[in-house]
């Protein structure tokens, strides 16, 4: 369930299922960064009834460039509930980089081409996504190197 942290409503299409299909990881050894690459079908769903097992508070700013979405997000996971019922400060911070398709039917559309025998530019899409993520983790290098 994702909602906004100053209002408390629940954002549209915050409530969904993510089902993992694959992953693959991917070591980097000439970038502080390694990545992953996930597959998932994220399902709408009813808002769940009762209090959440885990919460994640988020600090997300989203860039979109070409078909691809950029969010660079600040993750808090906060402490549990003491006794009394009240939270201690978040304790636990890191920090995401994701990046996904705009539109994931075009990729879809396209590998239904290449089935049908037909031209396709679902490798060029494919390219240019991960050209993405390693232009990324080169550029993390290039500002390490300046510090």
Same mark, same amino acid.
């Given at each position: 369930? +994702?909602?906004?942290?100053?209002?408390?409503?629940?954002? !549209?299409?915050?409530?969904?299922?993510?089902?993992?299909?694959?992953?693959?990881?991917?070591?980097?050894?000439? +970038?502080?960064?390694?990545?992953? *690459?996930?597959?998932?079908?994220?399902?709408?769903?009813?808002?769940?009834?009762?209090?959440?097992?885990?919460?994640?508070?988020?600090?997300? #700013? +989203?860039?979109?460039?070409?078909? $691809?979405?950029?969010?660079?997000?600040?993750?808090?996971?906060?402490?549990?509930?003491?006794?009394?019922?009240?939270?201690?400060?978040?304790?636990?911070?890191?920090? !995401?980089?994701?990046?996904?398709?705009?539109?994931?039917?075009?990729?879809?559309? !396209?590998?239904?081409?290449?089935?049908?025998? #037909?031209?396709?530019? $679902?490798?060029? *899409?494919?390219?240019? $996504?991960?050209?993405?993520?390693? +232009?990324?983790?080169?550029?993390?290098?290039?500002?390490?190197?300046?510090?």
């Amino acid at each position: 369930v +994702t909602s906004d942290q100053s209002s408390g409503q629940i954002l !549209e299409g915050g409530v969904v299922e993510k089902i993992r299909v694959a992953n693959l990881n991917i070591f980097s050894p000439n +970038t502080r960064l390694d990545y992953r *690459i996930t597959v998932n079908i994220e399902k709408p769903m009813n808002m769940p009834k009762g209090q959440p097992d885990f919460e994640r508070n988020k600090d997300r #700013m +989203t860039y979109l460039h070409q078909q $691809f979405k950029f969010d660079l997000t600040q993750v808090k996971i906060p402490e549990k509930p003491s006794q009394n019922g009240v939270r201690a400060p978040s304790q636990e911070v890191t920090h !995401e980089l994701e990046v996904e398709f705009r539109d994931p039917k075009i990729l879809l559309r !396209e590998r239904q081409k290449i089935e049908q025998g #037909m031209p396709n530019q $679902f490798m060029e *899409i494919v390219e240019v $996504f991960l050209d993405n993520i390693r +232009t990324l983790a080169q550029k993390d290098m290039e500002i390490k190197n300046k510090t």
